[in-house]
Every structure is written in structure tokens, then in C-alpha cells.
């Protein structure tokens, strides 16, 4: 079995730091993108960021300059570095990992179970 732990969320006042980390671990063969997500009460979930493979990245609008993800893929770890942070950056943040399991079998979306990012002051 495939699971992805995300770590680091909690409370935070507007204008600060916040860092979260995902590690995914079990019965992986490869990683393809990784990524974080969030969703806000009674709003869809919404891509924040991906990484790939190769290190190439992709922002939400609404976090480019102030968000950075990075990945150690020898950890099967992604990170989030979330600096000055916005009330409307509140929300439940979700780990995502493309993998496979086997080498034959189908790549498939994976999800964490989610981490709290409160910014209120």
C-alpha cells in the first residue's frame, strides 16, 4: 500500500512563514509529479503547485512569488514553502503523487490526508 503523510500545518499570523512537507512511502516503483493542493470550506479543492520529475513547476496565480515547492525524489518527499501568507491561503492543504507500483502497472493519483493552514491574527 501507498501512503502520503503531509506534516507541518498549523496557525500562523498574515505575513508569515508556514512549511509543510509530504513523504510518501510503501509499495512505490516510481514518482512522477508531486503536488499540493488545498481546499477551503464550501469551495472545490484547487491546485496550489507541481513539481515533476525533472523539477519543473507550476503555481496557482494566486501563489506565484510567495509559495516554492521543491521535491527530494530520493526521500519521496515534496515541500511547500509558503511565505506571506494571506488570510485567503486558509485552508486544508493535500499531498498528490502520479506513481506507479509496479513497473507493468498503470500510473495512478494518490492523495494525502490533508493538513490544516490557519492564517488569522
Known amino acids: 500500500q501507498v501512503q502520503l503523510v503531509e506534516s507541518g500545518g498549523g496557525r500562523v499570523q498574515p505575513g508569515g512563514s508556514l512549511s509543510l512537507s509530504c513523504a510518501a512511502s510503501?509499495?512505490?516503483?516510481?514518482?512522477?509529479?508531486m503536488g499540493w493542493y488545498r481546499q477551503a470550506p464550501g469551495k472545490q479543492r484547487e491546485l496550489v503547485a507541481t513539481?515533476?520529475?525533472?523539477?519543473?513547476?507550476n503555481y496557482a496565480d494566486s501563489v506565484k512569488g510567495r509559495f516554492t515547492i521543491s521535491r527530494d525524489s530520493a526521500k519521496n518527499t515534496v515541500y511547500l514553502q509558503m511565505n506571506s501568507l494571506k488570510p485567503e491561503d486558509a485552508a486544508v492543504y493535500y499531498c498528490?503523487?502520479?506513481?506507479?507500483?509496479?513497473?507493468?502497472?498503470?500510473?495512478?493519483?494518490?492523495w494525502g490526508q490533508g493538513t490544516q493552514v490557519t492564517v488569522s491574527s
Open positions: 510503501g509499495n512505490i516503483f516510481s514518482i512522477y509529479h
Open positions: 498528490n503523487a502520479l506513481l506507479k507500483v509496479t513497473f507493468r502497472g498503470a500510473r495512478d493519483y494518490y
Open positions: 513539481i515533476t520529475t525533472g523539477g519543473s513547476t
